[in-house]
């Protein structure tokens, strides 16, 4: 439904967006990852069609968004960073008037507005002026704007931003419940949202894409992914360096770390060598050895590790595709 | 919204009706804000001043039952109101960020440009359509040529339209309102300049004749001048149009610009 070729913006000298290409699809939810001044918000910009790309293209529903550029703007709905509106309107006018430039009016207009007004809570500041809502508001506000048309594409730049908790769980659900039927695509930098409604996730820095790979597969790609973390309870003083060694000399264990622990127990980290999984190992060896394990845990891998790894320029391993 | 929610039925809505709608919009834009009701009073104050005074306007003093009085300070008063007018016609958009909102919509870029022009417009003919008292009172006093009157508020009505093009080409250009209405002053001071009295005798001094006519040709001043008398010349009314089509088109410009950079 969306399909990014290589698509570039140059700001004068300053090469905001490099040659950056990918595609979505019917019911993925993509979120666009990276750091402030990395190119998403230009990448957003030129797809929806209100900056021309220096080279390259976005191609919409099949329709071009150099070549014809209302084609794609009436497909796609588009919410700007900061969800702008205009302040001194009210909601249910501002709401009234994105209606009739879709092409909504009279009594399909009204239901379709009665309708937002409930998915996105927008009860009882419909009459009042949009300068004086909340930012939560505001957001709920132009969020409405943008899923008015029911569109097929939906673009937002950091939809949660500056909300608050329940607010951005609201948000993502939201989206998750449209995601069957539309192609979703979403910037942020809060990782936990690409966790929590991305089925796919592309990272981009300095203009140029750096990952793309679902969230789990970019978790795959963190140091401690697979790492287990154990815990054990230390009955003589000497035990703690014995449980380091006995650790350490396991099969396909590369490092173990000391990390934080109480008085009379010992914490560690065993990180596992590339593509391998020591929780069997370790499990075994603390039955071998009858410690007393307080804790004992896989780890997930962090997101916002590999993605600190990956736009810094130190990324540690090959990609995951 | 629930996956069964039913969708409303959806029409492509032709250019104009999008028109439509961005100048319902905006237009209403003006009256949700004191600033329409502040320019209203303003203007109408300034307008019945300069009519009445008796150094300026002389309306008694004549002792001649028509407007003229009230139509010759057009030009002067439009310079420093319209801007006003013209000024947050898309400056406002670029600050509150808006225009991003807008341009994304899907509203081809003339049908924008022309729709808050055409509200900008429609909001001066309303201020001048209060005047209206000035026509009743001129009529109760004697017996004026309306025809000569209509043509002067056709007239004045262009003019104001050829400011506003003006306006709105120098609004797309800058974010500031302050500078917008400023350069918008500039520029309109330039288009009186040549066919302003002083003006053309200083440069009858050391230019052709032939030249000085032709530049006070493009004058709004000369053009308006015949129209304050009621001959609502043709070629007068090409003029203003072709200066509003032509700053319209540097809207476009201006934006397209922009969109590029």
């Excluded at chain 1, 490099?18 to 990852?33: H, K, M, P, W």
């Excluded at chain 1, 099969?251 to 000391?258: A, I, N, S």
């Excluded at chain 2, 009529?139 to 400011?163: E, H, K, Q, T």
């Amino acid at each position: 439904m969306i399909d990014i070729r290589a698509l570039s913006k140059r700001f004068g000298s300053l090469v905001a967006v490099d040659g950056v290409s990918f595609t979505v699809q019917r019911g993925e939810v993509l979120g666009f990852l990276g750091p402030n001044g990395a190119g998403k918000s230009t990448t957003m910009k030129m797809v929806t069609g209100f900056l021309a790309p220096s080279a390259g293209t976005a191609v919409v529903c099949g329709h071009d968004v150099v070549q014809e550029p209302l084609a794609v703007k009436e497909r796609i709905g588009y919410l700007p960073e900061g969800a702008p509106a205009y302040p001194d309107m009210t909601p249910a006018s501002f709401l009234g008037f994105v209606g009739a430039v879709r092409g909504l009016r009279g009594a399909a207009l009204q239901r379709r507005i009665d309708e937002l007004v409930s998915t996105v809570h927008l009860e009882g500041v419909m009459r009042q002026p949009i300068d004086t809502l909340s930012k939560g508001y505001k957001r709920r506000v132009g969020l409405a704007a943008a899923i008015l048309h029911d569109p097929e594409v939906l673009i937002m730049d950091e939809p949660t931003d500056g909300l608050d908790p329940n607010q951005k769980h609201e948000v993502r659900q939201l989206i998750r419940e449209m995601s069957p039927h539309k192609a979703i695509v979403l910037s942020t930098h809060i990782l936990e949202e690409v966790e929590a409604v991305c089925t796919r996730a592309v990272i981009i820095a300095r203009g140029r894409i750096v990952a793309d790979g679902t969230p789990a597969e970019l978790q795959a790609r963190s140091r401690t992914h697979n790492a287990v973390r154990i815990a054990v309870r230390i009955a003589s003083p000497g035990m703690t360096v014995g449980v380091r060694q006995e650790l350490a000399r396991l099969r396909y264990v590369d490092t173990v770390e000391p990390c934080a622990s109480s008085a009379d127990s010992a914490a560690f980290v065993v990180r596992p060598k590339p593509g391998r999984a020591v929780l069997p190992e370790v499990a075994q060896c603390v039955r071998a050895k009858g410690w007393a394990v307080e804790e004992l845990r896989t780890d997930e891998g962090r997101l916002d590790e590999v993605f600190r790894e990956i736009t810094t320029g130190h990324a540690s391993k090959g990609g995951a595709k | 919204m629930s996956d069964a929610a039913p969708i409303a039925p959806r029409r492509v809505a032709g250019s104009v009706q999008r028109m439509a709608a961005v100048f319902r919009r905006e237009l209403s834009g003006y009256f949700v804000t004191p600033v329409a009701y502040v320019f209203i009073v303003i203007f109408l104050l300034v307008t019945g001043l300069f009519t009445f005074s008796r150094d300026l306007g002389g309306f008694f003093e004549r002792g001649q039952a028509d407007l003229r009085p009230f139509f010759v300070f057009h030009p002067w008063l439009y310079l420093f109101l319209i801007p006003a007018v013209s000024m947050r016609l898309w400056a406002e958009e670029r600050r509150q960020g808006t225009i991003e909102l807008l341009m994304t919509l899907p509203i081809p870029l003339w049908a924008a440009i022309v729709g808050k022009f055409l509200a900008a417009w429609a909001f001066v003919a309303i201020a001048l359509v209060l005047t209206s008292p000035l026509w009743v009172t001129v009529n109760y006093l004697g017996d004026p040529d309306n025809g000569v009157i209509f043509a002067g508020y056709i007239g004045s009505l262009l003019m104001a339209g050829a400011y506003l093009a003006i306006g709105s080409c120098v609004s797309a250009l800058t974010r500031n309102q302050v500078i917008a209405f400023i350069i918008t002053v500039v520029v309109c001071f330039a288009f009186l300049l040549p066919g302003f009295g002083p003006v053309t005798a200083l440069l009858s001094a050391w230019a052709p004749p032939r030249l000085v006519e032709a530049a006070a040709s493009f004058s709004f001043l000369a053009r308006f001048e015949s129209v304050a008398k009621g001959v609502l010349d043709l070629r007068d009314m090409v003029y203003f149009a072709s200066v509003i089509a032509l700053f319209l088109f540097g809207t476009a410009a201006a934006i397209e610009g922009k969109k590029a950079a």
